[in-house]
């Protein structure tokens, strides 16, 4: 049976280091770090994930400067809150709560937020800081994958990973971040022909597609390590729950290593958040983090 890893504990640990450096740096400086969350609409999940956020800024001491915007917000008036926030001195990081209202164009929005407040690391500078392996803001949820692998000694080294998914957010930036740890890295997707055969040469697996249950145990090389990045809501007999893209049951018997869903990469995803909103701080500042 697979062991287990815990980014529910993991995440614990870095933020409890996260709070004690926050005070340290705070005592020398005289101000906190501040993270502005702007959430346009009422969507339930947007509004469950922007609340994980505001408490993990608490927690940390990390000054919570977010905004609430109604549904029928105009795209203007949200470019002049990005420029606003853009030159507020208290503001270190910046973030755009997706999704968003159709009307409104993602990409242009995100790309309003200077690079250096780029909190989710999505601006172009950032991402393309990444593809040259400069340092920079990084997509958070891949961050938090190689934190994981990092904390429980796993060494992409050598290795072929198989990356399912191949979105801005999760399957590209990830994929960049296995080939610099010298991964061996093939990017499969919904079009991929025979996916299971892909994903059985895998020595790190990554499912990212938010398909629930999607990676079944026959698609597991054994040994593998498995990483589960989707969260997915299916209501059946059992009532709701969260489920991710990998059929837990299953693979546990076939993998090395496993994330769960919950408790895996989700904790690590606002954990790096609150790293990206830390980093940007000290550097704003003239340090070094």
Request: aromatic letters at 2%.
């Amino acid at each position: 049976m697979a062991d287990i890893l815990d980014g529910k504990a993991l995440a614990q640990t870095l933020q409890a280091d996260l709070a004690r450096y926050i005070a340290e740096i705070k005592a020398e400086v005289g101000r906190s770090p501040g993270l502005a969350v702007l959430m346009v609409g009422d969507n339930p999940a947007s509004a469950a994930y922007v609340r994980n956020k505001e408490r993990a800024c608490e927690k940390l001491g990390i000054v919570s400067l977010g905004r609430r915007f109604p549904a029928d917000t105009s795209h203007p008036e949200l470019v002049k809150t990005i420029d606003e926030l853009n030159q507020d001195n208290r503001v270190d990081g910046i973030l755009v709560q997706l999704p968003l209202p159709d009307h409104l164009n993602a990409a242009a929005l995100l790309n309003q937020i200077h690079p250096d407040k780029d909190a989710d690391g999505l601006h172009p500078m950032n991402l393309g800081r990444l593809v040259r392996g400069e340092a920079g803001l990084q997509s958070c949820t891949p961050a938090g994958v190689m934190k994981l692998l990092e904390a429980y000694q796993i060494d992409p080294k050598g290795k072929h990973a198989v990356v399912i998914g191949r979105s801005i957010l999760v399957g590209k930036p990830l994929s960049l971040m296995l080939l610099a740890k010298d991964a061996t890295v093939t990017m499969a997707h919904s079009r991929t022909p025979d996916l299971a055969a892909v994903a059985r040469s895998a020595d790190i697996l990554v499912a990212a597609v938010g398909r629930p249950n999607l990676i079944t145990a026959d698609m597991v090389k054994p040994g593998a390590v498995v990483i589960d990045v989707g969260i997915n809501r299916i209501t059946d007999d059992s009532g709701s729950r969260l489920v991710g893209d990998v059929d837990f049951a299953s693979v546990k018997d076939v993998a090395s290593w496993i994330t769960p869903v919950p408790g895996g990469v989700g904790p690590m995803t606002v954990t790096m958040l609150m790293e990206n909103a830390v980093s940007s701080w000290v550097w704003r500042m003239g340090g070094t983090r």
